[in-house]
C-alpha cells in the first residue's frame, strides 16, 4: 500500500501565501505523477496543479502565476507553494499521486487525507 501524508495548510490573509507538502510512503516502486486538488464547499473537486516525475507541471488556469508545485523524487515529496492568495482559494487541498506498487508492479492511485486552506478577506 501507499500512503500520503500532507501538511501545510492554514488560515492566511488575502495576498498571503502558503506552502503545501505531501510525503509518500510504503511499497512505491515509482511515482510517475502527483498532484494537488481542492474541494470547496458545495462544489466538485477541482485539479490544482500536477507534475510527472519528470518535472512537466500542468496549473489549472485559476492558480497560473500563482502557484508552483514541485517534487523531490528521492523523498517522494510534492510541494505546493501559494502566493497572492484570494478568499476563493479557501478549500480543502487533496494531495494525489499515481504509482507503482513494489513488488507487484501494480498501478494504485491514492489521495491524502486533505488539508484546509481558509483565506480571509
Known amino acids: 500500500q501507499v500512503q500520503l501524508v500532507e501538511s501545510g495548510g492554514g488560515l492566511v490573509q488575502a495576498g498571503g501565501s502558503l506552502r503545501l507538502s505531501c510525503a509518500a510512503s510504503?511499497?512505491?516502486?515509482?511515482?510517475?505523477?502527483m498532484g494537488w486538488y481542492r474541494q470547496a464547499p458545495g462544489k466538485q473537486r477541482e485539479l490544482v496543479a500536477t507534475?510527472?516525475?519528470?518535472?512537466?507541471?500542468n496549473y489549472a488556469d485559476s492558480v497560473k502565476g500563482r502557484s508552483t508545485i514541485s517534487r523531490d523524487n528521492a523523498k517522494n515529496t510534492v510541494y505546493l507553494q501559494m502566493n497572492s492568495l484570494k478568499p476563493e482559494d479557501t478549500a480543502v487541498y487533496y494531495c494525489?499521486?499515481?504509482?507503482?506498487?513494489?513488488?507487484?508492479?501494480?498501478?494504485?492511485?491514492?489521495w491524502g487525507q486533505g488539508t484546509l486552506v481558509t483565506v480571509s478577506s
Open positions: 494525489n499521486a499515481k504509482a507503482i506498487t513494489s513488488p507487484t508492479y501494480r498501478y494504485l492511485e491514492v
Open positions: 510504503g511499497s512505491i516502486f515509482s511515482i510517475f505523477a
Open positions: 507534475i510527472t516525475e519528470g518535472g512537466s507541471t
